[in-house]
DNA sequence: AATATTCATCGTATATTTGCGATATAATTA
DNA sequence: TAATTATATCGCAAATATACGATGAATATT
């Protein structure tokens, strides 16, 4: 793509774009909803479910961990990771927002 | 990434995956604001007010178009766009039941 | 008919993502 | 201490995404 040009885009569609980004493949989607449904949140109970090797399950928790949306802390051999629930709801405003502000102009018939 | 796994998850984990990807980058945010906002809807309008070039933006639009979020009638010389409401409403529905599926099990305090 | 406008698409370059095996690290168990 | 377990990270290969200029097709203008 030669120079990224996302850095000139207003902060807030910088944002959303962000957090979509982060649940914009399946297996992040599972991931999260995986995580929010067990209690021990353990890497490796989420690598028996999906079908994928660790280190990519590893690379996917990464990317969640990274865009704030899940938090994990080590405990002994294992990892235990969570949902992020101050920024969960923070995301689920800015989608809120959105498509509230989008569909305000819904009136306006084009085509 | 050799071969993709990302028809092996669940329907809606794809579909979900596949909205959040339309929306992930700052530029088709962008882009579906301001079709939202416009009557008009002219990709001319569009590249005017983003930091793109036309076959970039061009390229942008075609991605919410398959994805079904845009639709866009030729109109002579112009290309009219603008928001399907119907899927726009059932991925906004999409994603608040993932929200609230994934919210509900708030609850079990792991780390 | 010649020219200009509007937009889609193609080709290309580069960047990023995805996926895996191999390895490293750290803790637990035998 | 040695072996095992759990997970992170590195390095590689392949696939996708991003961005643009050039070109083409279709309509509108002169």
Redesign the interface.
């Known amino acids: 793509m030669a120079v990224s040009?996302?850095a000139?885009?207003?902060e807030d569609?910088?944002m959303?774009?962000e957090f979509?980004?982060?649940?914009?493949?399946?297996?992040?989607?599972?991931i999260?909803?995986e995580v929010?449904?067990?209690?021990?949140?353990i890497c490796g109970e989420i690598v028996e479910v999906l079908?994928?090797a660790q280190s990519t399950v590893s690379q996917h928790l990464k990317e969640l961990k990274d865009v704030g949306l899940i938090?994990?802390?080590v405990?002994g051999v294992k990892s235990?990771?969570?949902?992020n629930?101050a920024a969960?709801e923070k995301i689920?405003q800015l989608?809120k927002s959105?498509?509230d502000?989008?569909?305000c102009?819904?009136d306006?018939?084009?085509?």
Do not use: N
């Open positions: 040009k996302k000139e885009f207003k569609e910088i959303l774009a979509a980004k982060a649940i914009s493949h399946p297996a992040r989607v599972a999260l909803k929010a449904q067990r209690k021990s949140c079908p994928l938090s994990g802390t405990e235990c990771y969570c949902i629930w969960f689920s989608f959105f498509i502000k989008t569909q102009c819904k306006s018939g084009c085509c």
